[in-house]
């Protein structure tokens, strides 16, 4: 039986997987890793919202990296040090496009 998962990550108390396109993380969620808009920790797989076609997730400190076949690049969570890429240090509760020129 086939799951469907295409890529998963896992980082200390933190996890994300690729399925369909959507990705889905739950786990410990302090800077906003898991994408959900807040800080509360998730029990269960939860939707991360705007982003679909994703083909991989990785999970870093605090923060969760996704990308897509056509190499856009989502990024959420803790940016104390500019970490998402995004051109600021705001930590992101959503991801946000770094989406690389």
């Known amino acids: ?10 980082h200390e108390n933190s996890t994300c997987a690729v399925k369909s396109g959507r990705v889905y993380c739950w786990g ?3 800077y906003g890793q898991l994408g959900t808009g807040g800080t509360d920790s998730v029990k269960t797989p939860t939707a991360v919202a705007g982003i679909t076609g994703a083909v991989g997730v990785n999970l870093g400190v605090d ?4 990308w897509d076949a056509a190499g856009h690049v989502w990024a959420w969570g803790q940016n104390a040090t500019g970490q998402l ?3 600021d240090e705001v930590t992101h509760l959503t991801p946000v496009a770094v989406s690389i020129h």
């Open 1 to 10: 039986m086939s799951s469907g998962v295409t890529s998963v990550s896992a």
């Open 63 to 66: 923060a969760t990296y996704a």
């Open 28 to 30: 410990a969620n302090t």
């Open 85 to 87: 890429g995004t051109g």
